[in-house]
């Protein structure tokens, strides 16, 4: 089985700043890797699919990076409505979900 | 509008049964594979199992095999989760997803108890 592992699994940023998370597959998943956003109580939102297409409606201030094994979603200037868990999945062998990243404000 | 909308959900004793259902809308239903996937309390989300189109193929992941049930109704636009012998290992919360490069609509979810 294909196992997803992301890191940090916490991180603490301001407004403006430029946020990294990271995804790494534990072989290699082409670029079959999509990023969702998790607010509390609400259902996943896909962000990004195929590593780095934007999905219909999410701002540009996020994108998706990467091919293989290693993959990375920015957001360029970081938003208050942006707090919330990030999950990667890995969809090129059955699928796998990261453990996720939750995102908060310093 | 693409719309998913689970019921079905709530508390059931260990080995007993519960039908999950997926209401859909604002798209062509038949045209997308669909699937389930589960999010215990304060942990991660898992797949649960995908079905076809058209309902002719279908794959669950390894605990759930022989014991769940994906299916579908295109005429009704609506998706299934049959769960028989449930254990308490299963209490989550049920996404209905729709498929396209991976799952791309997620409903908002129907939480499953299973506690005696």
């Known amino acids: 089985d294909i196992q997803m592992t992301q890191s940090p699994s916490f991180l603490s940023a301001s407004v403006g700043d430029r946020v990294t998370l990271s995804c790494k597959a534990s072989q290699n998943i082409n670029k079959y890797l999509a990023w969702y956003q998790q607010k509390l109580g609400e259902a996943p939102k896909l962000l990004i699919y195929?590593?780095?297409s934007l999905q219909t409606g999410i701002p540009s201030r996020f994108s998706g990076s990467g091919s293989g094994t290693d993959f990375t979603l920015t957001i360029s200037s970081l938003q208050p409505e942006d707090v919330a868990t990030y999950f990667c999945?890995?969809?090129?062998?059955?699928?796998?979900f990261g453990g996720g990243t939750k995102l908060e404000l310093k | 509008e693409v719309q998913l909308v689970e019921s079905g959900g709530g508390l059931v004793q260990p080995g007993r049964s519960m039908k999950l259902s997926c209401a859909a809308s604002g798209f062509t239903f038949s045209n997308y594979g669909m699937a389930w996937v589960r999010q215990a309390p304060t942990k991660g989300l898992e797949w649960v199992a995908t079905i076809s189109y058209d309902g002719s193929s279908t794959y669950y992941r390894d605990s759930v095999k022989g014991r769940f049930t994906i299916s579908r109704d295109n005429a009704k636009s609506t998706l299934y989760l049959q769960m028989n012998s449930l254990r308490s290992e299963d209490t989550a919360t049920y996404y209905c997803?729709?498929?396209?490069?991976?799952?791309?609509?997620w409903g908002q979810g129907v939480m499953v108890t299973v506690s005696s």
């Open positions: 997803t729709r498929v396209d490069y991976g799952p791309d609509y």
């Open positions: 195929n590593a780095n």
């Open positions: 999945l890995q969809h090129n062998s059955w699928w796998t």
